[in-house]
């Protein structure tokens, strides 16, 4: 009863204010920073190691802390830009100001949350594919094997990423999924590499 009332308020949120296709990109796009730069994080930590678990640890609450701050705040001032530019356009349109009608009101619940998409959608990313290897780190086991471990996770939140926004986009899963773990791969690659040469 409370889910559907809730998802029938999103949902009109979402359509008055032309903002559900800019949340499920932000999502997208912010899952796979998140995720990359989870990549780039153990690959550091892995490479410059090995190093304590609170070390990892609070290198990665560190990162976290700096994503929510930086997809909120950025988020937060653009998408409310947006919605102020959307509604001086229907004002213009329909010669009526709008101030503290429903359009108003649903626009701020917009800028929260998209800008809350924004923020927690890198951070989930960043924590499910640096897990494996805090947990391996905690329990004294070989490092390796935790990076191996966020490698495999990272391949496939980015499939699971890349099939919701195919599917969500009506385009081709395969190729959105093919294309983000495909960077994965070049980005874990050219890690590698830059270790290799210096």
Not at 79 to 107: C, M, S
Not at 160 to 167: F, K, L, M
Request: hydrophobic fraction near 55%; avoid cysteine; glycine fraction near 10%.
């Amino acid at each position: 009863m409370v889910f559907g009332w809730l998802r029938n308020r999103l949902k009109t949120v979402f359509e008055v204010t032309e903002t559900r296709g800019v949340a499920r990109r932000y999502f997208s796009l912010q899952v796979f920073d998140g995720a990359m730069v989870g990549v780039g994080l153990v690959f550091g930590l892995h490479l410059s190691g090995p190093h304590p678990f609170r070390v990892v640890a609070q290198t990665v609450v560190a990162v976290s802390i700096a994503m929510v701050i930086s997809g909120w705040t950025g988020a937060l001032i653009s998408e409310k830009a947006e919605q102020e530019a959307r509604i001086r356009r229907l004002e213009l349109a329909t010669l009526t100001a709008l101030r503290n009608t429903l359009h108003t009101r649903v626009g701020s619940i917009a800028v929260l949350l998209v800008a809350l998409v924004n923020a927690l959608s890198p951070v989930v990313a960043l924590l499910t594919v640096s897990l494996p290897y805090m947990i391996t780190t905690l329990l004294g086991g070989e490092t390796v094997y935790g990076l191996i471990s966020s490698l495999a996770v990272t391949a496939a939140l980015l499939l699971t990423a890349g099939a919701v926004v195919g599917r969500a986009a009506g385009i081709n899963v395969l190729k959105t999924s093919g294309q983000m773990i495909g960077a994965g791969l070049a980005a874990a690659g050219l890690i590698i590499l830059f270790e290799t040469l210096f």
